[in-house]
């Protein structure tokens, strides 16, 4: 991210919150004109320079920085609310007419609030909470402040949830930060993604690789997608460089692409803007070109999935180019149809540590004296299931078996000792066989020894780094019998 991130450019996008909780969201040219309705209409260049998260007072198109407001903490009083009518105007005289008639005169929010408050008969009765609660639901009706919000990922999921949860897939905050942890999004990784979200998944998966690796997302049309909500995220080219598209048909290696012609034959290049136009297609097809070749050379660290269509499908389609060990998280709004893709997953085996989640949120209002959760929140940030893709490799060798035969060698070594008494003067040589993992090896008295051995701690002195070859067996030395050199015996 820039150093200059926190500042409002030109061409940025910001989220205009208003005091209703209601968001907004504008680019800001040269020329735009920003309408936040009621709450007025002011040019957005007077934006440009200042940081993000002010609060400003609109009047008549001129604004003003608002000075943060202290939360003060209210004193419980004998004040109760039991007594209280709401008889409409009888209670409350001050009509829509003379409202809208202090408004034409030039009376702000400040001064409507205070006419209501002193002409409302059963105001002194409220508690302390309740009086709060009305100055904030009358500022709420009649202030014209806004808050101008960067376009983090927060701010534009709450914006699209209020519009309709199902246009990012009833995503919720906390489920897409599971998304991008299970996945283990990093700097430098390789990821597939395909989703339909508008590009909030990958927004965020593009924030956190911070211009590095790469990010291929497949889609279902024939040109690039109209990422809506990646295109609001004010992300530098830099941190959109990691990010190639390929629709559905170009993803499958049995397709051969038909392009466009990306040379002239036969005729001249007659304009400048002709040849420009030549090369921005040759670009474009060599760019779909290396990224079907880096989609299938596989290798892929980690595939989310954020889509209407049926996960296992695509599953079937892209699991097969993750690497060893690789992640692959997919969301739905539905547990029933992760827990078939789970189901069947299990069945086809080559994959492990299949879990089906669904997270739990629940947003608090903290102020003084007036904790408590937030009454209306979304209900559901849907289900995610998690897996861990593995190959089997018969070739492959198993630390814990090699474990075993370390401690069973140890022991018959033991055993061997313990058992045999050479005569004085004479010397015996044992000669031992390699052990084999799972048979009972007995010693000179003819006890097995099998259950002892597998149950001992593994020894101190055994060499379990990662970085030696796990295929190669432990030797076990051992003697020919009757003194003879190994060496000479082959001979």
Known sequence: MAMDSHLIKLGDHVVFKMPSEQTRVYKLEENTTVNLGKFGSFPGAKLLGHPFGLTYTNERGELRVMQPEVVKELEETQATNEYIEDVGDAVQPLTYEEIEALKKSGADAAEIISRQINSHANYELKTEFSKEKYKKRKQAKFSKTFTALPPSLPNLLDHFTAQGPARVQHLRIDTLAQLLTFANIQEGGRYIV?????????GAMLERMGGTGRLLEVHDADSPPAHHVLGMMNLSQEEMSPLRVLNWATAEETHTPIFPPTEVSGKKIKSERERRRIEKRKEAVDQVLDSRRELFEGDWDAMIVASQYEPFSIVERL????????????????????????????????WLHLQLTEGWLRRYQVLPGRTHPDMNVQGSGGWLLHAIKVYDDPSASSVVHWEVQARKKRKLDAVASDATTPAEGETEEVAMEPAVVGEATEDAGGAAQVEDMLLDPVPEDLNVDGNAALGEALPIQGAEPNGIDPAESRS
């Open 194 to 202: 395909v989703e339909d979200c508008g590009g909030l998944v990958v």
């Open 319 to 350: 699991g097969k180019y993750l690497g060893g060990s690789a992640n692959c998280v997919l969301h739905s709004p539905y547990s029933s149809v992760l827990a078939d893709v789970q189901y069947k997953l299990r069945q086809q085996g080559g």
